[in-house]
Structure formats: C-alpha cells, structure tokens
C-alpha cells in the first residue's frame, strides 16, 4: 500500500488565516485527490490532480487552491478561512487494486481536521 | 453529475444476521464501484471494488453485486458480528475520472 501522510492531523484557526494541508505519498502514484466530509454530505471532491503541475477542480472548489510541485506531494490552500471550511479533509491516491488486475482503487489517508472559529 | 444514494443512512441489527447495504447511482456510463469502510474519527478503507464488466466480487464474508443497467450494487455481509459496526460508503467512479461518494449507510451490530 501507498503510505499517506496528511499534515496536520488536527488545526483550529480564525477566520481570514491562511491554511494549508499536506498530503505526502511514499509512491509515484499519478492521481491524488482531495475531499471534505461533512455530516449529511458524504465526502465531496475539492481538488484533484493527475501529475506534476496538473490539477483540476472538483465539484466546491470555491475558496481553495492547490498546488503539485512533485510527485509525492499535493497541497490544499485555504487562502482565507471562513467557518464554512470547518470540515475534515481526506487525501487519497489512486494505485492498483491488488485484487483487479487493471483496476485502480482510491486509498485514503486518516484526514485532518481543520475548525475555523 | 453522478449522483450516487445510500439508503438507509442508519440501520442496527443482532448479531449473525446478514447485513444488506443498498447503493444507487444515477449514470450507468462508471468505470467502477468501490464499497468502502469508516470507523468512527477514522479515514476510509476500502472494501471491495467492482469493475464495470463484473457482476460481482467477494472477499470472505463480503459480496457485492453490480447491476450498471439499474444503477444498483449491494453490499452483503454474512454472519455480522460487532466488530462490523461502521459506517459503510459506496462511491462510483466516472468514465472522466472523478469518484462520486453516497452519504454512507451506518450500521449498528448488536451483540
């Protein structure tokens, strides 16, 4: 398995901060995602990225950027944090399923917790 | 827009019954499905994946099903025990490849 690593595991900031997240992949795994989960919404795609400098958004890309320098590294910015953002943020990775032979599924990291008061 | 649905969100049970989680998605035209599991203040992992041109794939006591022309799959779970209690999300993933998430289905096993 892909190790993922999100940093920081637990913030609370003010509104108007900059924030950002990590998410570290031990692997050169192309896809890497970033989601928020929040009661009553399930997760919901912000961000995602299919290779160095290659990223699109996802579906409440509103307020956040991010940026993919290498490979193993795919960065969530809030440039300006509203209370709106308090939610948890996942990173995954797409990598083979071992149980498919060419399928891929997504393997998620334990998240960050992000409050913004 | 995939618009994929869980229905029930909650559902509590005794132990050793069989457990059947529903998962609906609105456009047919998916690459995969993938059933996962979330533990309370934890990340997901993943269960089981489907492909497209599969109807089913099993891993112990789990199975699930994929019907692509009724946009449906099912999770099965036989013999559930306590240690089953979790919430449990099925997410379909696009032809253009983004995955599509259901609100999760949380189950309760009571021992």
């Known amino acids: 398995d892909a190790g993922i690593t999100q940093s920081p595991r637990h913030k609370v900031t003010e509104t108007g901060t900059p924030v950002t997240l990590r998410c570290h992949q031990t692997?050169?795994?192309?896809?890497m995602y970033w989601y928020r989960q929040d009661p009553g919404h399930g997760l919901r795609l912000i961000h995602y990225s299919y290779g160095v400098k290659d990223t699109d958004k996802g579906e409440v890309s509103d307020g956040y950027s991010v940026s993919r320098s290498k490979t193993e590294d795919f960065l969530l910015t809030l440039e300006s944090a509203t209370s709106s953002q308090t939610s948890v943020y996942f990173c995954?990775?797409?990598?083979?399923?071992?149980?498919?032979?060419?399928?891929?599924?997504?393997?998620f990291g334990a998240g960050s917790r992000l409050t913004v008061l | 827009k995939q618009e994929v649905t869980q229905i029930p969100a909650a559902l509590s049970v005794p132990e050793g019954e069989n457990l059947v989680l529903n998962c609906s998605f609105t456009?047919?035209?998916?690459?995969?499905l993938q059933w996962f599991r979330q533990d309370p203040g934890k990340g997901l992992t993943s269960l089981l994946l489907i492909q497209s041109s599969q109807r089913e794939q099993t891993s112990g006591r789990l199975n699930a099903s994929l019907d692509k022309s009724s946009g449906r799959s099912t999770l099965y779970i036989a013999a559930s025990q306590p240690g089953d209690s979790a919430t449990y999300l099925c997410a379909a993933l696009s032809n253009d490849y983004k995955l599509s998430f259901g609100a999760g289905t949380t189950v309760t096993v009571r021992a």
């Open positions: 692997e050169n795994h192309r896809y």
């Open positions: 995954a990775i797409s990598e083979p399923d071992r149980a498919s032979s060419g399928a891929n599924v997504l393997t």
């Open positions: 456009d047919s035209a998916i690459y995969n």
